[in-house]
């Protein structure tokens, strides 16, 4: 959901959980959450999985990794079949557990075996043997079955995927670059790539249910995730346990894809603020990276050298890959995700400012995007839903789009590859509403630059009574365990263990761990 899977991965916080957060969070609680017991009789499944050890470096101890075959076309159940990897850490103490907890990861595009991988240890702190844990990477991604497109390198970077308008704010190019993009998927990607899309990405996970032998799964969904669980929950809503929805934008199948990119320029607006105070702080100096006086001085500073850099791009450390405006926007972007990718950007913001200095990108700015990675994040949103294809309609809509938010420069309303998709939409988007077991708890941080907090509210009024939103006073994409707000973490930990729910909505306060 607009969240690059080529950002680096986050640090985990652990939070603490004080007697002290974990009464301000559940200070009133709802009852414990009813069962909702599955049909007895539940449709004919996969075979189990066959588990095999698969230790990674650094990971944690008793990972197992699986191959889940699932059909390429689900309305073919007996036609070509794709393969779906499957990671889990599996609870030590059968006494505790209690079921299966599903780890969805983000993108378009993450993996969730990565995902699992780097917060396993922390997920087992905070829930102990409760859960199996478990995740898998999407079709398309990572150890499943991947197609690329084809698609020139040139047109693989970050910044010619994302939509920058050239310098002048024309779309000429960017209209040009989708139309080959969309040719490329469409002569080269195959039955594979045109699979690629929610509708299958749940059909999937439902199959993983099955071949885990589950009656009801909980879900925890962060991004792109989070719309794959809520939909999941959704269409399979006696499938699911206790369901966290983190970092979640408008479900409304209007906004759906094409509404997420157009969130990114206010929600990017709402976020620069927190960077512009960071950067412009004394406590700067003493490491090198304050890059002005005031924080009021650090926006017109950086779209001043983007303009710069659009008429002169400078040479980077990277051997033909120069530091343009639009790297330079992006760049942006990407560091609004994380308080600890503020040092980096300052950084890049200093050297590109002294001629003596060889500014060095961000390793997802530095070079393409593997083909396979840039068609499973192109072919999902445009399988997902029908783009509208004039493009003067989008020239309008950057023109405007830069006026009102020049952080962005008309990108999250440009032109894209699916204006000019071949093939429709197989699946309409489902609509979320409250009908389902009142199993949900929404967390979502109050400045998110990626999935911005009134797309959560949208969401949360969908789901009525199903959900509880926790609102974290933080900046940022991605909550639970991944900002050290004990509040937010004791509400999902509380939930995920217990069963229990606040009573309703709550705001956690800024109380980070981490410095």
Known sequence: MTSSPHVRARRVTLSALSAVTVA???AAVAPALPSHAAPATA?????????????????????ECADLPVPLDHADPEGPRITIAVTRVASEDPSRRRGTLLVVPGGPGGSGVKRLTGTAQALRTQLGDAYDLVAFDPRGVGGSSRAGC???????????????????????????????????????????????????EVRDLEHLRLALGEDRLSVWGTSYG??????????????????????????????????????????????????????????????GLRTARRPEDVEPLFLALAERLDRQPRRSATPGVPLTGARLRQALQNALYDDDLFPGMARLLLDAQDPGATPVLPGDLAGPLPDEDAAVTVATICNDVAWPRPVAAYARAVAEDRRRHPLTDGMPVNVVPCAFWKTPPADAPIRITDEGPSNILMIQNRRD??????????????????????TVDRGGHGVYLNNGNACGDSAVTAFLTGGRRPAHDIRCEDRPVRP
């Open 150 to 200: 084809g698609i020139a390198a040139e047109d693989r970077h970050l910044v010619t995927l994302r939509s920058w308008p050239a310098a002048d704010g024309s779309v000429t190019g960017n209209a040009a670059r989708s139309r080959r993009i969309a040719e490329a998927c469409r002569s080269n990607g195959g039955a594979l790539v045109r699979s690629f899309s929610t509708a299958n």
């Open 226 to 287: 989070a719309y794959v669980t809520a939909v999941y929950a959704q269409k399979y809503p006696r499938r699911t346990d206790r369901v966290v929805l983190d970092s979640t934008g408008d479900p409304d199948p209007a906004k759906v894809a094409r509404g997420w990119l157009a969130d990114i320029a206010p929600a990017a607006a709402l976020r620069f603020p927190d960077f512009a105070a960071w950067a412009a702080d004394p406590a700067r100096e003493e490491d």
């Open 43 to 63: 449709p004919a499944g996969p075979a189990p999985l066959d588990w095999r050890p698969c230790p990674v470096a650094g990971g944690p101890g008793g990972q």
């Open 24 to 26: 301000a969070t559940l």
């Open 449 to 470: 630059p990626a999935t911005p907090h009134f797309g959560a509210l949208a969401m949360r009024e969908a789901l009525g009574d199903r959900a509880r939103l926790v």
